[in-house]
Nanobody, 114 residues
Framework: QVHLVESGGGLVQPGGSLRLSCAAS????????MRWFRQVGNQERELVGR????????YYGDAVEGRFTISRDNANNVMYLQMNSLTPDDTAVYLC???????WGQGTQVPVSS
C-alpha cells in the first residue's frame, strides 16, 4: 500500500534553515511526480512546490520561491524540502503527496518562532 512519512520538522528560529524528508513506499517512486504542501490549522492546504518524476523539473509557490528547494533521491525513495531563511509565516504542518495517487502523509510540524 502507498505510504508516505514526513520527518525533519521542529522548532526553528526566524532566519534559520531546516530540511524535511518524505519517505515513500508501496509504489514505484521514480514513476511519479511529487508535491509538498503545507497547512495552518484547518485552513486550506497551500502548494509549496512540486518535482517531476526524474527530479529535473521543479515548481515553487510564490511565497517560497528562492528560499525553498525540492529534491529527490529515487534510489532511496525519498523526497526532500530544504527550507532557508524561514519566517513565522512559514509556520505550518508540511505534507507530501504523490501526484496521481491521491495519498498523503501525516505531516511534520514546523513552528518558526524565537
Amino acid at each position: 500500500q502507498v505510504h508516505l512519512v514526513e520527518s525533519g520538522g521542529g522548532l526553528v528560529q526566524p532566519g534559520g534553515s531546516l530540511r524535511l524528508s518524505c519517505a515513500a513506499s508501496g509504489f514505484i517512486f521514480s514513476d511519479y511526480a511529487m508535491r509538498w504542501f503545507r497547512q495552518v490549522g484547518n485552513q486550506e492546504r497551500e502548494l509549496v512546490g512540486r518535482i517531476s518524476a526524474d527530479g529535473t523539473t521543479t515548481y515553487y509557490g510564490d511565497a517560497v520561491e528562492g528560499r525553498f528547494t525540492i529534491s529527490r533521491d529515487n534510489a532511496n525513495n525519498v523526497m526532500y524540502l530544504q527550507m532557508n531563511s524561514l519566517t513565522p509565516d512559514d509556520t505550518a504542518v508540511y505534507l507530501c503527496t504523490v501526484l496521481g495517487l491521491g495519498q498523503w502523509g501525516q505531516g511534520t510540524q514546523v513552528p518558526v518562532s524565537s
